[in-house]
């Protein structure tokens, strides 16, 4: 019986932490990334960086050679990019501080997601507007299964997924139900569908 107060202590005090909860969670990060410069001034699409988001269950961090694919020419002696070409040099990875985080407890698959029309300002907000990133939605159980029970409301195009600002067309439920249709999609809402 202590033992499971225990755990139930420590649960709670692990994961109802600003980390997993607060609205508005923005760590400060080791080099002071601008998604606002490069997706809505320069264009990048988020899969130039986050390049597993279409096959993986986990979307990737960039790696210090994305970074330095542009910055070997770009602002090379900046000094908020040391980090950046130190990485680079001793091979290394930068520690850069997870912002979306999900319980352990918690499976998702961003590549289920995304391949079935659900775009990245869903769940990360208007990242094209941040200079540093932070948490956008509360990624809690009840707000997924908002989207799990109800996903005509939230589906879009698959190739408008990275497009930021997107607004559906008119008649965009009827074409969403259609295609839930069509393609079987099923969100499930079962527990064991997210939790193991």
């Known amino acids: ?7 139930v202590v420590f649960l709670v005090w692990y994961y109802f932490s600003p980390e997993y909860t607060d609205v508005g969670y923005a760590p400060e990060q080791p080099v002071p990334y601008s ?10 699409d988020c899969r130039y960086c986050h390049n597993f988001v279409e096959v993986a269950d986990v979307s990737n961090v960039p790696a210090t050679e994305t970074c330095m694919n542009c910055h070997e020419i ?7 990019l ?15 501080v997870k912002v979306h ?12 997601h995304v391949n079935n029309g659900v775009g990245c300002e869903t769940c990360h907000g208007r990242i ?13 159980m009840g707000w997924c299964l908002e989207c799990h029970r109800e996903p ?15 607004v ?5 439920l009827e074409d969403n139900l259609n295609r839930i249709k069509q393609e079987g999609i099923r969100p499930p809402t079962n527990c064991s569908a997210c939790h193991y």
């Open 1 to 7: 019986m202590l033992g499971s107060g225990i755990v």
């Open 35 to 44: 998604h606002r410069v490069h997706v809505d001034q320069l264009g990048l």
């Open 74 to 80: 770009v602002l090379p002696q900046s000094t908020d």
């Open 82 to 96: 040391a980090p950046v070409r130190a990485s680079w040099a001793d091979n290394s990875s930068i520690p850069w």
């Open 101 to 112: 985080q999900l319980p352990d407890y918690a499976q998702f698959s961003h590549a289920a």
């Open 128 to 140: 094209d507007q941040m200079d540093v990133v932070r948490l956008e939605e509360p990624l809690s």
């Open 152 to 166: 005509e409301k939230y589906l879009r195009p698959n190739e408008e997924i990275t497009t930021m600002g997107y």
């Open 168 to 172: 559906h067309s008119a008649g965009f």
